[in-house]
């Protein structure tokens, strides 16, 4: 973005802040890299000399940008030495959409919890899933298919816990 003035770096951060932390969060399902992640890609956004034909390509380059980060913080070569401390404390996860069904799509192995967060969170076609996945449109929709019959069998194991489950499975369907 050429000759970036602080009001577009002030839209940007607010505009996408938010959904690259949870991106980053639904990959790493850690905070501190996320917030890590999420800021490396804003100073490459805010400090890239780009331009976007419209406000969907940005967005998706944004996205694209924060997947591909996530992907090589995965594999570099600390995390294949680290071990994983899964009964550690960890601070709060960010900001989540106001849902009940957020907390089981977590769960979700992470080619499932991507696709479903970029589907219905944030709205995108199955095409345009695939083409920020790197994956053929078929995998994206047995990606969706096979998550939506997961958090369905999880929330059906549930709702004999909370009653108020029970209006979230048809949402599921």
């Known amino acids: 973005m050429p000759d970036m003035d602080n009001k577009n770096a002030e839209r940007l951060v607010q505009t996408y802040a ?3 932390l949870r991106i980053c969060y639904m990959y790493l399902k850690h905070t501190q890299d996320a917030e890590d992640i999420c800021q490396d890609v804003l100073v490459k956004l ?8 419209s406000k969907e390509h940005e967005k998706a380059w ?3 940008t924060t997947i591909n980060a996530c992907k ?12 994983d401390l899964d009964n550690a404390n960890e601070i709060e996860s960010p900001k989540e959409p106001d849902s009940e069904l957020m907390e089981y799509v977590l769960r979700l192995p992470k080619n499932y919890r991507i696709s479903i967060y970029l589907h219905y969170y944030e709205g995108y076609p199955v095409y345009e ?3 920020l996945l790197g994956r053929s449109e078929n995998t ?3 990606y969706l298919s096979r998550g939506r019959k997961r958090l369905k069998s999880m929330l059906e194991k549930d709702t004999g816990n909370n009653k108020d489950l029970k209006g979230v499975i048809r949402y599921v369907e």
Do not use: P, Q, Y
């Not at 805010?46 to 034909?53: A, H, T, V």
């Not at 090589?72 to 071990?83: E, G, N, Q, T, Y």
């Open 62 to 64: 944004i996205i694209r």
């Open 46 to 53: 805010l400090s890239g000399n780009m331009s976007f034909e």
């Open 18 to 20: 938010d959904m690259i």
């Open 72 to 83: 090589d913080h995965l594999r570099s070569s600390f995390w294949k030495r680290a071990i």
């Open 140 to 142: 994206v929709s047995a």
């Open 129 to 131: 899933i695939a083409s």
